[in-house]
Every structure is written in C-alpha cells, then in structure tokens.
T-cell receptor, first 110, second 113 residues
C-alpha cells in the first residue's frame, strides 16, 4: 500500500530563515509526487510537482528515491508562506488518485 | 471561469438524514474526485470518476454513493448520515493524465449531530 508521511504537524520559523518541510513516502513503483498548499481562506492548490523540476515562489523539492523523500525547501521564508502544506503521491496507472500526507502548518513569524 | 464549484459550503444534518453534496467543474476535465478531510488528518479519497458514466471506489467509500451522468457534475450522496461522516469534503478535477494537477473546490463543512 502507498503511504505519505509528513512528520511535523506544526513548523514555526522566523522571516528570512530557511525552511524545510519533510515528506517521506512508500510506494512500490515509480511515484509522481506533488506539494499542495492551502493559504488562509483560499482553495487547496498545487505548489509544485517533481516531474516539472521547477521552483515556485522560491520553493524547491527534490525527489530522493534512495531515501524515499520529497522534502520542500525554501532558503528565506516570508510571512506570506504561512499556510498548510500537503505532500501527495500518485502512481502511473492510478487515474491520478492522490494519497495525501497529514499536512504541515507552517507559520512564519515577522 | 469558476473552476470547481461545491455547494453547499456548510450544512448540519441529523443522524439518519440524507443529503447530496454538489460538485461541478467547467474545465472539461475527465477525472473527478471526492475527498474527505478529518481534523489533523490528510485528505482521503472517497470516490473517483474517469469520465461520464464511470465511477469507482476510493479508500473510504462506505456510507457514500456517487454518480457521473455528465462530464461537468459529480454529486456525492450520503444516504443515512452518521456522526463519523462529520468532516470537510473536497471535490477536485483534473485532465486525463496522472501527473496533471488536481483543481479543488472550496470544500463543504458537514456536521452530523
């Protein structure tokens, strides 16, 4: 069975500090991994996906198949980054069905 | 362009009542999904559909039913509401490709008392 684990429910940092949100997964095939974000009073939306290998809003995430991890990183956190972050996984033949982690609430203090 | 629209936003039901949560998308997406989110937990898939007339169970389907008569609409039905179904329900849709992002609605907060 596939599983996504986000070990931190809450993460607090100060503005300008680096931030790393951890995500570990278990999946027997080749996974497709995503980070979704929900800002206050907004819809859950895609932040980035590993297949694109892109940086969005200063965030990056690298798929490490050896450690089965997909940690989300940003070198200098901003107050507007405060949100709920979900790591999610899907398999190649699963019709896009997502398995979500429990989520991490990131708070960036001024 | 509304994207994914869910109604209602809030609802309180009594045990044993039934209701339908509505979901509509205007992006011509093939795939649609229903998730529930319990406090402190991630989203769990209830049902999904890969096109009109085709639906299948997700991880937590018990107590729910769905239909997909059109590409746009994907209603979720609760037949006999139970306290365990108190949750926030999210509908999502995507194009026909597993690495395409899912677009979410605002959610429906449902309480069963």
């Amino acid at each position: 069975a596939q599983r996504v684990t986000q070990p931190e429910k809450l993460l607090s940092v100060f503005k300008g500090a680096p931030v790393e949100l951890k995500c570990n997964y278990s999946y027997s095939g080749s996974p497709e991994l995503f980070w979704y974000v929900q800002y206050s009073r907004q819809r859950l939306q895609l932040l980035l996906r590993h297949i694109s290998r892109e940086s969005i809003k200063g965030f990056t995430a690298d798929l490490n198949k050896g450690e089965t991890s997909f940690h989300l990183k940003k070198p200098f956190a901003q107050e507007e980054d405060s949100a709920m972050y979900y790591c999610a996984l899907t398999g190649g033949t699963s019709y896009g069905k997502l398995t979500f982690g429990q989520g991490t609430i990131l708070t960036v203090h001024p | 362009n509304a994207g994914v629209t869910q109604t209602p936003k809030f609802r309180i039901l009594k045990i044993g009542q039934s209701m339908t949560l509505q979901c509509a998308q205007d992006m011509n997406h093939n795939y649609m999904y229903w998730y529930r989110q319990d406090p402190g937990m991630g989203l769990k898939l209830i049902y999904y559909s890969v096109g009109a007339g085709i639906t299948d169970k997700g991880e937590v389907p018990n107590g729910y039913n769905v239909s997909r008569s059109t590409t746009e609409d994907f209603p979720l039905r609760l037949e006999l509401a139970a306290p365990s179904q108190t949750s926030v329900y999210f509908c999502a849709s995507s194009y026909r490709n597993s690495n395409q992002p899912q677009h979410f609605g605002d959610g429906t907060r449902l309480s069963i008392l």
